[in-house]
């Protein structure tokens, strides 16, 4: 059974950072692509970033130069630090093995006050 559990989000002021985790279980973790997605209220669930088995990255557009996604093979795990967040960051993060058989956590919320 494959698990997927997100932690690390919370309260945080505009400008302000946040670091993300997810801990894997079930699968072989060192061949997994990894991604961190976000849902907005009222909106429909975005890719953030993502970060392949060799340890390519790729960002969307709004957090390039902000977010960094990085993965730890030992420990199972993939993290995204979010920096000079902006209120529109306000959204559930989920961490997730992609692939055609995709996987999700449950989402780990971050918020950030207008």
């Known amino acids: 059974q494959v698990q997927v559990v997100e932690s690390g989000g919370g309260l945080v002021q505009p400008g302000g950072s946040l670091r993300l985790s997810c801990v894997v279980s079930?699968?072989?973790?060192?061949?997994?692509?990894m991604g961190w997605y976000r849902q907005a209220p009222g909106k429909e669930r975005e890719v953030v970033a993502q970060?392949?088995?060799?340890?390519?990255?790729t960002y969307d557009d709004s957090v390039k130069g902000r977010f960094t996604i990085s993965r730890d093979n030992t420990k199972k795990g993939c993290d995204l630090k979010m920096n000079d967040l902006k209120p529109d960051g306000t959204a559930v993060y989920y961490c997730g093995v992609l692939g055609s058989t995709g996987y999700w956590g449950q989402g780990t919320q971050g918020t950030l006050p207008r």
């Open positions: 079930g699968i072989v973790f060192r061949i997994a692509n």
């Open positions: 970060i392949s088995s060799i340890g390519r990255t």
